[in-house]
């Protein structure tokens, strides 16, 4: 039998395998898609060598990610060769970033779609199965395309991803009759933990930042939108919600209520079958304390802060149009310890920003040591296209750029590893994730999704989606290793 003799015939369905590179936000970006796709007929696949359509959802975030992207692209226009495949299509933050010049520069892939397409793509990829060509969108600057406060959804006419979309006529992925509208969403994947986008878009205007470009201005999604999609996750065994957005401490100020966070989290670890509720994302000049008790605090709400510090000098903060130092973060870690003293905390900084001296290098070095972070995720500065920060002087070579990173990533490991040995002794509620031959594999509340390191169990038994108690005996780098106690939330 040929490749050509496995293609579906006038009446088959059509098949789709979706890649998904880069951040959690994309991951609810294409099990929207999924819905939509699955909704209008097309039949899911895992592997794309038994696709008739591969679907590339890209990360457009730095130039590590765009590269990864245009590698799966070509990884799978190369199963076009003979194999089942038929059309490559690329998806997602980089194809809307860069759209037409992405289609010029990789010819490889049969179409660019921006997100203005996502709510057709059922007939997008359908034409572009049948050889039509599709002409890739021409990139804007999508804050433009809404206005920031107050948003009315009912009159932008611009596709919003990971939206809280609904399907009035079916339940997606259940094969059940309609009861009322459901969120057309897919699950890709299983598992206990899933992400909940709260919205989309960011209005701040870091220098270094391209984001906003791209994904437009800050755009919340209604509370009821996000109760009921959290509502159809746990139908589907999510046992935590891992709230996802370019900046969650906005999240209502576009509907006029900056604290609807607070309001919504209680609600969301009200819902049967959720036990975790996990914020991400946390911008610490707009962590108020309202907040911050609400995440330490409320039963359900796992106190876990993601804040993104990007640096600790006062001087590098204000060339990245943020705000800080090291006295305001290290008295926002004191209030969050002061209500929840077992806190998860991590960050991500930025090494080499131009015009970084020693000196605020030196000073970003102190404030991890103090800090006394879970885990810092370090990167080193690269110009991004279009981004204030690319015309600044005072760029440092990339050698020094590669040193500097190199020096604070040792750094970090190493505190890394002695917070993590801190928590010896420390009684954890972990979250299993995974059961194999070589053990239990979960994560405890400090630990968010694939960036914070895991919790092994010893000598348990437990299954997949458990919650089970323990107690650490021993660390290796941001990794515990715990001895359960017998006392499990739920078997």
Not at 88 to 104: P, T
Not at 194 to 202: D, E, H, Q
Not at 207 to 217: E, K, T, V
Request: proline residues 6%; contains cysteine; aromatic residues 4%.
């Amino acid at each position: 039998m040929t490749a050509a003799d496995t293609r579906p015939g006038p009446t088959s369905p059509l098949s789709v395998a979706l890649l998904t590179l880069g951040c959690a936000r994309n991951d609810v970006d294409s099990e929207e898609l999924a819905g939509r796709l699955e909704a209008d007929g097309f039949l899911l696949v895992d592997d794309p060598a038994e696709a008739d359509t591969v679907v590339v959802n890209t990360c457009g975030f730095v130039e590590s990610a765009k590269k990864d992207s245009v590698d799966t692209l070509l990884e799978a226009a190369d199963l076009k060769d003979g194999g089942r495949p038929q059309a490559v299509v690329a998806v997602g933050c980089m194809a809307e970033r860069y759209g037409k010049e992405l289609a010029d520069s990789l010819p490889e892939a049969d179409a660019v779609l921006g997100f203005d397409d996502y709510p057709d793509i059922a007939a997008r990829l359908r034409s572009i199965v049948a050889g039509e060509a599709h002409h890739p969108h021409t990139p804007q600057d999508r804050r433009r395309l809404l206005p920031i406060s107050p948003v009315d959804r009912a009159a932008a006419d611009v596709s919003l991803p990971g939206h809280g979309l609904t399907d009035p006529a079916s339940e997606i992925g259940t094969g059940a009759p309609a009861t009322g509208p459901r969120t057309v969403r897919r699950r890709l994947e299983g598992g206990p933990t899933a992400p909940l986008k709260l919205a989309s878009g960011c209005d701040r205007r870091c220098s270094f930042c391209a984001i906003p470009a791209f994904r437009g201005s800050f755009v919340s999604r209604r509370p009821s939108d996000v109760l009921a999609e959290a509502q159809w996750l746990a139908t589907q065994g999510v046992r935590e919600l891992f709230l996802v957005s370019e900046n969650s401490t906005s999240y209502g100020k576009d509907l006029g209520d900056l604290r609807l966070l607070e309001t919504l989290l209680p609600e969301l670890a009200a819902i049967d079958g959720v036990d975790r509720v996990r914020v991400s994302y946390l911008q610490p000049a707009e962590t108020r304390p309202g907040l911050v008790r609400a995440i330490a605090a409320t039963p359900g709400v796992t106190p876990y802060f993601d804040l993104s510090f990007q640096h600790a000098s006062a001087a590098v903060l204000r060339r990245m149009r943020r705000f800080g130092d090291p006295d305001s973060f290290l008295g926002l870690l004191e209030q969050v310890r002061g209500h929840a003293p077992q806190a998860g905390v991590r960050c991500n900084v930025i090494v080499g920003f131009p015009g970084e001296t020693e000196a605020d290098l030196q000073t970003l070095c102190d404030f991890l040591v103090a800090a006394r972070l879970d885990v810092t995720g370090v990167f080193g500065y690269s110009d991004e296209d279009g981004t204030e920060a690319a015309t600044y002087d005072g760029k440092l070579d990339d050698d020094e750029v590669r040193a500097r990173t190199e020096h604070v990533t040792a750094l970090v490991e190493e505190l890394t590893a002695q917070r993590a040995r801190e928590r010896i002794g420390e009684r954890v509620e972990v979250l299993v994730e995974s059961v194999t031959e070589d053990g239990v594999e979960g994560r405890a509340a400090h630990q968010g999704p694939e960036v914070d390191g895991s919790t092994y169990l010893l000598d348990s038994e437990a299954s997949v989606g458990d919650l089970v108690t323990a107690v650490v005996v021993d660390a290796e780098g941001a990794d515990l290793y715990a001895d359960p106690t017998g006392e499990e939330a739920r078997a």
